[in-house]
């Protein structure tokens, strides 16, 4: 298997690009919270990121980072839940499976009718963001009633007001200059983007790579 056209210099581009933004965005996101917080939620850099690489640059890309990314946060970060027998325990893999599902969904929205456009990446971003609190509060609810144990989750109104669209104002804004970062001075060169999906020879056949 191998991509069409994709030479040994823009791998090494895209391998020391999406390393730097990887470790800087994740740095930013854990040392400054309360700057880029609102109503008790924190705009998720890493996830708009993941969301965006994507949707701009492909499938692969937006798995690849999206597994990378998710395992940064699975060491640094992992989240601790309630098990059945009652104590509390770290997860393993939650954040893995989370921007690996965000940036293989951010690859595959409208991305060849919309040809990967700027404004409907942020369409992008807010679908995703918007899958993510759905599942999120879906999963955590159901938890909580087979443990047994309280919910700290809102009620659907509040959970709406003061959850939902404080964390996609955030990530909306957040993506505005993570989109500048990435046409400019991103992993691929804006001149070099086309509107074509890439291109993966596999035997005889040639697919799609979205």
Not at 139 to 159: M, R
Request: proline share 4%; with cysteine.
């Amino acid at each position: 298997m191998k991509l069409i056209n994709v030479t040994t210099k823009n791998r090494i581009r895209k391998i020391v690009v999406y390393a730097i933004y990887i470790i800087l965005l994740s740095s930013l996101q854990v040392s400054f919270p309360e700057r880029i917080s609102f109503l008790g939620q924190t705009a998720d850099l890493v996830f708009v990121f993941v969301v965006l690489s994507g949707y701009f640059n492909g499938f692969w890309d937006g798995a690849v980072v999206g597994f990378i990314s998710g395992m940064i946060r699975d060491v640094f970060s992992p989240p601790a839940v309630v098990g059945l027998d009652g104590e509390v325990r770290v997860t393993a893999f939650v954040g893995v499976f989370t921007l690996f599902a965000a940036g293989i969904i951010g690859a595959s929205f409208f991305t060849r009718r919309m040809h990967r456009n700027i404004p409907f990446s942020i369409v992008s971003v807010i679908f995703v963001t918007v899958c993510y609190k759905v599942a999120g509060y879906i999963l955590i609810y159901g938890w909580s009633n087979l443990a047994g144990i309280e919910s700290s989750l809102y009620e659907p109104l509040t959970a709406f007001v003061y959850s939902f669209l404080p964390q996609l104002l955030l990530n909306t804004l957040a993506a505005i200059p993570l989109i500048v970062l990435l046409r400019f001075l991103g992993p691929v060169s804006f001149r070099d983007t086309k509107k074509d999906d890439e291109i993966i020879e596999q035997g005889e056949s040639t697919w799609l790579g979205i």
